[in-house]
């Protein structure tokens, strides 16, 4: 019995949101997913998050952006309140640019730093804006695991769903580092994902998704994109691990199983179903 | 939640290296707060200083992960029989049973931060600074899970200082699903100059030790700390029981809590019913309790909406230094002392205790069979989590 068997946990999906370099939006990415769309790349536009305020939005910078975005279009394609929803944010590293200039300033003779950009510097932030933007009071978790950090989110994400019984929305999203980080840290450009998980019987279900871990050594190779573009991205940016996965569900297969990565040790296996 | 008992638990911070240390510290209502000494950083504050860390390198094997935050972290499993009971229950689950959820808030930051004021002519980072094991957010989860060769589910919960109170929330959860039979918790978090700096440029450090619940307080005192728990499905020897936890948002501000505790109350009371316990049934409250005037006025509000103002309480922030991501296993730790005990921490350091708050909080150690506490850890982005620990018999 493989260790997937003996842990199945399922989850349905309701909402996806979706931007990375040449995907603007989900339908944009499921066209692409399905292979009726040509794949080009540009730069991900990481648009102004309107539900903040104007000095938020001002002081937004391009993780806020990101996770606002992908987070706006996985509740507005659920149809969902975002008022009473719990949230789970998944990065490998939080925000690149506001970490350099930090450690910039602290390097300097006058290490005074800005208490705006200390504030943006926690893990959560793109958590605690989205809160503050919708209003919610409801539980939110912000995580790392490098680059299994995706995964790891849909893990606590799919638990909560299970001992709440209610919708989470998970996001999972990565900034490049400029230099000098970025020679250590070389992500080629920003991805984030946002997936709106319920209870596997939920109504208005996209896709459901039974879930395991496994062994990496006994898991086989990853499953890649079918678009080597989009391989490209899904190898590169720890956010956008969930390609695989999502085209399983742009493609509205009866049943189709993927691994997805995780840690050095282990893999997630992913058995996606076509609702009804 | 059904119970789960926690089958070992340590703390290294300021106060003492592992259990007793700490313990005779605090029976004797000790701060380890100083004025802050720390590399050349010059800023009129106290801090929590672990001693020994700057010259205690990793074991060669580790040497990957080497770094101040990593250090506390090894430091603080070497205590209280920890690596040992992690061991057995590696033996007795499997190795990919066994899940790390740890919270930090900082990582290995500083030496990042020691890095870039040695950047090459082209600007490069000199080749000690490492990313991926020692500066980014899951390097300490990587860490503890390489120093006992585990093969489960690991991630680090970064939500400022909520952090490692949360994860004990998310390995309850990984063990409801069936995905491990047991989870190391925690929280690892060590002095950095991003938080040290930081807090300063909020004006949000004190410049005398830090006087939770004090009319004149003026601010925090950073601190750092490592601090885990093994839980496990089952055990036979429990040291303490992790019977509640409640997590919640302010969706108010990022830095600043919501002024009624909105979000805190709503913390608690998901909690309480986690728990399936009463208001009453609590007989001891860890506070949050950082000493900036905006916290303990909103918590003092909160604590008091939700169980009124008899039941006992305190923070030990002025003993331990605020240790941001390790908090909240620090202070689930001192809870699971004080069960253990009956003992009723002192918060230090009040000089004039403030008219405008009502709780009944402990200017002197008390002592009291104690059946369930709770513990209390808030953080910026309006992130809040209560947990409620039980006593071991």
Known sequence: MSDAQRAPLEVAIRGIGLLAPGLSSWPVAAAVLRGEAAY???????????????????????????????????????????????????SSGGEG???????????????????????????????GYWHIA????????????????FTAGLLEAATQVLATGSEVLLVALDVPYPEPLHRLRPLPGAAGTALVLAPPDAAGALARVAIGLVDATRAGPLSPCAEPGLETLRSQVPAAAALPLLEAVARRSIEQAVVLGYLPTLALHAVVRRPG | MTPLPISAYTLTTALGVGREPTLDALRAERSGLAAARFLDVELPTWIGEVAGLATTPLPAALADFDCRNNRLAW?????????????????????????????????????????????????????????????NTYSVGAFVTRAFDLRGPSWVVSTACSSSAKVFASAARLIAAGLVDAAIVGGVDSLCLTTLYGF???????????????????????????????????????????????????????STPHPEGAGAIAAMRAALADATLGPGDIGYINLHGTATPSNDAAEDRAVGSVFG???????????????????????????????????????????????????????????????????????????????ILGRAG
């Open chain 1, 40 to 90: 080009a790349p540009a730069a991900a536009v990481l648009p102004p998050p309107a539900r903040l305020p104007p000095a938020e939005r001002r002081r937004a910078g391009p993780s806020i952006r990101l996770a606002m975005a992908v987070a706006d279009e996985a509740i507005g394609h659920a149809a969902i309140d975002p008022q009473h929803l719990a949230t789970v944010f998944a």
């Open chain 1, 97 to 127: 640019s506001n970490c350099h200039v930090l450690c910039e300033t602290l390097a300097g003779a006058d290490r005074q730093i800005s208490p705006t950009r200390f504030t943006n510097s926690v893990h959560n932030a793109p958590a």
């Open chain 1, 134 to 149: 919708v209003g919610s009071r409801s539980a939110s978790t912000s995580l790392s695991a490098y680059d299994g950090s």
């Open chain 2, 75 to 135: 430091l603080g499993l070497q205590q209280d029989g920890f690596a040992d009971a992690v061991l057995a229950a590696r033996e007795r689950w499997g190795a990919d049973r066994v899940a790390v959820l740890l919270g930090t808030s900082t990582a290995g930051l500083l030496e990042t931060e020691l890095g870039y004021r040695r950047r090459e002519p082209d600007g490069a980072l000199p080749d000690d600074v490492r990313y991926r094991d020692r500066q």
């Open chain 2, 200 to 254: 300063n440029s909020l004006e949000l450090l004190s410049p005398e030790v830090c006087r939770p619940w004090d009319a004149q307080r003026r601010g925090l005192s950073i601190g750092e700390g490592a601090a885990f728990a093994l839980l496990e499905r089952d055990t036979t020897a429990p040291q303490g029981w992790l019977l509640g936890v409640g997590e919640s948002n302010d969706g108010f501000h990022m």
């Open chain 2, 309 to 387: 103002q008899q039941t006992p309480c305190s923070s030990t922030k002025g003993a331990t230094g605020h240790t941001l991501g390790a908090a909240g296993g620090v202070e689930a730790a001192i809870c699971l002392l004080a069960l253990r005990d009956g003992l009723l921490p002192a918060g230090l350091h009040v000089q004039q205790p403030d008219p405008a708050l009502g709780l009944n909080y402990l200017h002197h150690n008390q002592h009291a069979p104690l059946r369930a506490v709770l513990s209390n850890s808030f953080g910026f982005g309006g992130t809040n989590a209560s947990l």
